[in-house]
């Protein structure tokens, strides 16, 4: 019997998930028609012993024959639990938990009748009614929420369990009956783990007329183990999905960032720019750009924007696109960034918003053009006086934060003498400079700019690098960091 049922199962596999190989299937399958053509073979033998031993004066039952008034005898139990345990293992792993929950609880009433089931989890260390299934005239109802029997038996799960122990496993929940209502319907409770690992309770109640024998409550307890497993493969098929499908996002996520940051700055005659960019493995929204403009120009803008990962990624194709479309039309950075905010709020990008600093440079001209909107205030490296400036700027509000009564942004000049610097930053620079070490302050920041001899500025921005994170070089950081410095020749 058990070689043909392992028979079958391997064959049902193959054919539904096609997970087993030719050769086994074929095996399995050899073994399932010698199982069957035995069994045929064995079945007349059988049937006349079991007629010659049962005594015809007192109309007892020989050997083999169960008493059990359910007709649930050894080799039915038998049966039946390998009929339940191979149903739930077919089951469709796609389907949502209340549909399997549903589909087994309907498979076990027409294995053992005359039975009504509930199932309950726990959510928030309260027992939730999930499904159920009530036997009446060899039909198969299904329970529905808020039915008055499910509420009547997620009180009697309250009375009988410690839902917060049962969710720390810390106790052991065995079976419990109790009575429901005012009839003679009794109740049985049954706890649904894996491995101490609880994912429910099944509740069985069965009418005045049919009586739960040991072999029915053997088959009840199978049946619960069969939904414990089902029920882990469920978790460990959407967790493994969801896994999968934010590995799937990050991995595009990254691919849209590499595409969309430059990895270096452009050339412009009279400046030294350089760039250092780090970023977290859900890519917490930094980005950069240089912006070619008319007159031998270059805007070079860096900010954050909302969200992580990829839905980061979207916002900021969106932005890289619309920064694009207006660059050649605007002459300042104030221009980019009020038309930019327009197009922002007209589109109506919800919750979307970013952070920018804006700031213009001209080939062979050492004056800056600044515009900010809710960024960080840039430093200003004074290499001759040998002092780092802290500007006075109007810091501006975030792009699509606000669709009314925002001030214009407004163009901010800045004289550079040759040698002098200017640093921009994101704010994963000083929110969080490295794991396990707290947020530095804008002075902070400017005491290290300050301390650094006068270098290029690649070797300058690394060494600034290692003050902000000492020990941390090689550690991936928890928010993305964005550092460049342009400095005037």
């Not at 999968?244 to 430059?262: G, I």
């Not at 493995?281 to 980005?287: A, I, V």
Request: charged share 20%; with cysteine; net charge negative.
């Amino acid at each position: 019997m058990a070689v043909f049922l392992v028979s079958l199962l391997v064959v049902l596999r193959s054919i539904i998930y096609h997970d087993i190989s030719d050769t086994s299937a074929i095996i399995a399958l050899f073994l399932l028609l010698t199982s069957f053509a035995t069994g045929l073979g064995c079945l007349p033998g059988s049937t006349y012993h079991a007629g010659t031993e049962k005594h015809e004066s007192t109309g007892e039952a020989g050997p083999g024959i169960s008493h059990d008034p359910s007709g649930l005898s050894e080799l039915h139990l038998q049966n039946s639990s390998a009929s339940i345990q191979h149903f739930l293992h077919l089951i469709n792993p796609e389907q949502g938990l209340k549909k399997k929950i549903a589909g087994a609880l309907s498979f076990i009433a027409e294995i053992i009748r005359n039975q009504t089931f509930l199932y309950f989890v726990l959510n928030d260390n309260q027992p939730e009614f999930i499904a159920g299934t009530r036997f009446g005239g060899d039909i198969i109802r299904q329970i529905l929420p808020g039915d008055s029997l499910a509420e009547e038996i997620r009180e009697k799960i309250i009375g009988f369990t410690d839902a917060k122990s049962l969710r720390r496993n810390s106790i052991h929940i065995g079976l419990h009956t109790f009575p429901v209502g005012a009839s003679d319907e009794r109740g049985l409770l049954i706890p649904v783990s894996f491995f101490n690992q609880s994912h429910g309770m099944l509740a069985v109640i069965s009418d005045h007329n049919s009586q739960q024998t040991a072999e029915t409550r053997q088959l009840l307890l199978e049946s619960a183990r069969g939904l414990a497993i089902m029920l882990e493969n469920h978790e460990l098929f959407y967790g493994n999905g969801q896994l999968k499908q934010q590995q799937a996002e990050f991995q595009l996520a990254e691919s849209l960032f590499t595409d969309f940051l430059p990895d270096s700055p452009p050339a412009i005659r009279g400046w030294e720019v350089a760039q250092l960019a780090r970023y977290s493995p859900e890519h917490s929204g930094d980005f950069h750009l240089y912006l070619n403009m008319p007159g031998n120009r270059m805007m070079i803008v860096i900010g954050k924007c909302s969200g992580h990962g990829l839905k980061a990624a979207m916002f900021l194709c969106k932005l890289q696109t619309m920064l694009g479309c207006l660059a050649e039309s605007c002459n300042s950075p104030a221009d980019l960034l009020n038309r930019l905010s327009y197009v922002m709020t007209s589109d109506q990008m919800h919750d979307l918003f970013a952070t920018a600093a804006a700031v213009l440079i001209r080939a062979g001209d050492r004056s800056v053009s600044i515009a900010l909107a809710g960024h960080a205030v840039p430093l200003i490296n004074r290499s001759r006086s040998g002092y780092v400036e802290i500007p006075q700027l109007d810091p501006g509000v975030p792009l699509g934060l606000f669709n009314k009564g925002v001030e214009p942004y407004k163009n901010q000049n800045i004289q550079l003498l040759p040698g002098d610097g200017i640093l921009l930053y994101t704010e994963g620079v000083t929110e969080f400079p490295a794991e396990g070490r707290e947020r530095i302050s804008l002075e902070e920041l400017r005491q290290m700019l300050d301390k650094l001899p006068e270098q290029s500025s690649a070797v300058m921005l690394d060494s600034l690098a290692r003050q902000l994170k000492p020990g941390n070089q090689g550690q991936t950081p928890v928010e993305d960091h964005t550092l460049i410095y342009a400095k005037s020749e």
